[in-house]
């Protein structure tokens, strides 16, 4: 049976991880694995850490309003080396009109502020499926 | 299957990690690309570094990673944290200080869950020892939580175990006494900026005295050192003394090699593992059998109601199974 798992890494300039702990919490809750990074990685070092953790699912949180810069990146990064099929998603105070970027560049989902850390396990346990 | 062996011996880390997941997740055959690695293994250092959570560790192999790097040597580390008994989930926390290495290509860190099995010590973690070295790592870095008695397993997997204490800890020196300090190679007394370190340092100096690590037949002993290592508050100071600390762990390696003792821990460690790969295709296929066929129930069904006794039970077991 595979487990799924998860990084979690808060890019960025802002310090605040208490709402990626909480995350990290309710993941491992849900029975996950989760691979917890503290915050200000750059997004080569969370591309490489996902590929040497071997995750299903990247989870970037981000506060300071780089994330139209920096998810993308992330994602660009895992297809670079080959690892496309590691799902990214992002979350944070994300403004309406960024997301079509981010989808496009390769995000699959994307959660604002107030959304249900529950809906969030369900997303996952939905949507990422670790081939055997 | 094979593929991915052949990817991790040429230095696939994407594959490496795969296989690493396979073992843990018990991904049927996952042994058939074991196999092919296993004369790629055996020539790496594996260091194996545990003490209590929050004693600084993680920290440490960070630092430590960064004096081997000096030396050009390449360093794997596979760091293991406690999977939740009541989900089966674990938050894996080691990386957060080893970050800067993250795109080092001749670092590479994987965390493992305990997923449950005893000593502390994630049970696929002796294979992904294995897995590490095949990809080319020349240290192998294993770092473990717990403390006390259970963490003793470590040695089946480690070259040079180091016990990494903190001082202020109080009684619990007296609860790791029992078990860790028969493992340990070297002694570290971490945030020795605390209160007590002198203390902790004095206890321990005793302790090292007493025990004498290795085996008595051998002429040269090894005398436990106690290195302490500065506070992380002082940059130049801790990397100073984890350097000193680099410098003692592979005077241990050199001290095995001299003294014969290597060899007598890699029959060790050898076997363990075949009692592990014995117990896989022996004793496992028997159970699978009797469990899916229902007869493990009615057994103990049998046992329940007092009819037989375990042994004479285990005895036809065996009979039906066993061929001399
Ligand atoms: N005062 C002091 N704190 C330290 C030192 N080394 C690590 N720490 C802190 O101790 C905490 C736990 O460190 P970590 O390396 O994660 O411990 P581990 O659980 O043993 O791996 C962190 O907050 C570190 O910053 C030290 O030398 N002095
Ligand atoms: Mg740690």
């Known amino acids: ?132 | 299957m094979e593929e991915l062996s052949k990817r991790v011996l040429a230095g696939d880390i994407r594959a490496a990690s795969r296989l690493i997941r396979n073992l843990e997740d018990q991904i049927p055959d996952t042994y058939v690309a074991i196999k092919e690695l296993f004369t790629a293994t055996g020539n790496s250092h594996i260091v194996g570094i545990t003490g209590a959570p929050g004693a600084g560790k993680s920290t440490l192999i960070d630092e430590l990673i960064a004096a081997y790097r000096k030396k050009e040597k390449t360093v794997g580390v596979l760091a293991v944290d406690p999977t939740s008994p009541f989900t089966g989930g674990a938050i894996l926390g080691d990386r957060i200080r080893m970050l800067r290495h993250a795109e080092d290509s001749g670092v590479f860190v994987r965390s493992l869950a305990t997923r449950g099995s005893m000593g502390g010590l994630s049970k696929a973690v002796g294979e992904a020892i294995h897995v590490v070295e095949a990809s080319g790592k020349e240290k192998v870095i294993v770092e473990t939580c717990g403390v006390g008695q259970q963490e003793v397993d470590i040695i089946n997997h480690a070259h040079t175990v180091v016990v990494v204490l903190v001082p202020g800890m109080g009684d619990d020196v007296q609860a790791i006494k029992a078990g860790l300090m028969e493992i340990a190679d070297i002694f570290v007394i971490n945030k020795a900026d605390r209160d007590g370190a002198n203390k902790l340092y004095q206890e321990l100096l005793n302790i090292a005295s007493l025990s004498r690590n290795g085996d008595t037949a051998s002429s040269e002993q090894w005398t436990i050192p106690v290195m302490k290592v500065e506070s992380i508050a002082e940059p130049l100071k801790f990397a100073e003394s984890v350097n000193l600390l680099c410098d003692k762990i592979e005077e241990h390696y050199q001290y095995l090699v001299k003294s014969k003792l290597l060899s007598n821990r890699l029959r060790r460690k050898t076997t363990a593992e075949l009692n592990e790969a014995l117990w896989g295709s022996i004793l496992q296929p028997i159970l699978q059998e009797l469990n899916d066929g229902g007869e493990m129930e009615s057994m103990v069904e049998k046992l329940v109601n007092k009819e037989i006794d375990p042994y004479t039970l285990a005895e036809q077991v065996a009979q039906r199974y066993v061929k001399k």
């Not at chain 1, 909480?22 to 996950?32: K, N, Y």
């Not at chain 1, 990685?41 to 969370?46: F, P, R, V």
């Not at chain 1, 850490?49 to 990064?77: M, N, T």
């Open chain 1, 1 to 132: 049976m595979r487990k799924i798992r998860v990084l979690l890494a808060k890019p960025g300039l802002d310090g605040h991880d208490r709402g990626a702990k909480v995350l990290a919490r309710c993941f491992r809750d849900a029975g996950f694995e989760v691979i917890y990074t503290g915050c200000h990685q750059t997004s080569e070092q969370i591309a490489a850490i996902a590929i040497q953790e071997d995750v299903d699912l990247v989870g970037l949180s981000c506060l300071s309003g780089a994330h139209k810069y920096l998810f993308p990146e992330v994602a660009r990064l895992l297809q670079e080396r080959d690892a496309e099929d590691i799902i990214v998603i992002g979350g944070g105070i994300i403004p309406e009109q960024d997301m079509p970027a981010l989808y496009e560049a390769g995000l699959k989902a994307i959660f604002t502020p107030g959304t249900k850390l529950d809906a969030i396990v369900e997303w996952i346990n939905t949507n990422v499926k670790p081939e055997a």
